[in-house]
């Protein structure tokens, strides 16, 4: 097991951060992949001490060490103490995700019109907590998720061409979007390199 050197400022900007020892020893099992399942199963505190590390952000939904728990043992490793940092969520990417997700599913695309009837960015701020989490698993950037769901209203868009009916409107509200993970398949698309084909651009002005 890897052995830390945790010196008196080190303990002190611990508690100022409401970190305990058991819970940095229960993140360091973790992060040397012991199997926790097996651990919790047989002890409730180990339990417990496992699921408060989920609460805190240090690991992920999935039991995984996120970035701001490998940021907390890079801290204690380090020779020279300073404040732990943690590393800020681009608030640009944010606003650049918010923007690209359909304010409503009236739209119009290549000369035709589709109308639609409900707004789709609902919740603002829960909006931002769960991008910032989603971040801070470290499984997918700001810019993926982006490009995804740019990737899906097109999709939808060059879908109600095709089908002549508004398929945006069977998209989900912003949130709901995000707290599914239904930007995942379509980060799986794009980095195997599959494009949407966009159809020849239509004529004129229909509504549909």
């Not at 339990?47 to 240090?58: C, F, P, T, V, W």
């Not at 701020?125 to 971040?135: D, M």
Request: a positive charge; proline letters at 1%.
């Amino acid at each position: 097991m890897t052995t830390l050197k945790l010196t008196k400022e080190h303990f002190e900007e611990l508690m100022k951060r409401g970190y305990t020892l058991d819970q940095l020893f229960v993140l360091m099992l973790v992060k040397e992949g012991h199997d926790m399942e097996a651990l919790c199963t047989n002890s409730m505190k180990m339990d417990a001490l496992h699921q408060s590390l989920i609460r805190k952000g240090l690991l992920s939904s999935e039991g995984k060490v996120t970035l701001q728990g490998n940021d907390l043992l890079d801290f204690l490793n380090t020779k020279i103490v300073s404040s732990i940092t943690k590393k800020k969520q681009s608030s640009s990417d944010f606003d650049e995700w918010w923007e690209s997700f359909p304010s409503t599913d009236h739209f119009e695309y290549k000369g035709r019109v589709f109308t639609g009837s409900r707004g789709m960015r609902v919740k603002k701020e829960n909006c931002r907590l769960k991008f910032n989490a989603i971040l801070n698993e470290g499984k997918y950037t700001g810019k993926q998720i982006i490009e995804a769901t740019k990737y899906v209203v097109t999709m939808k868009k060059e879908l109600s061409l095709t089908k002549k009916s508004n398929e945006l409107t069977y998209l989900t509200n912003s949130y709901t979007f995000l707290n599914d993970g239904q930007f995942e398949p379509f980060i799986e698309l794009i980095t195997k390199g599959v494009r949407i084909e966009p159809e020849a651009k239509a004529s004129g002005s229909t509504d549909v």
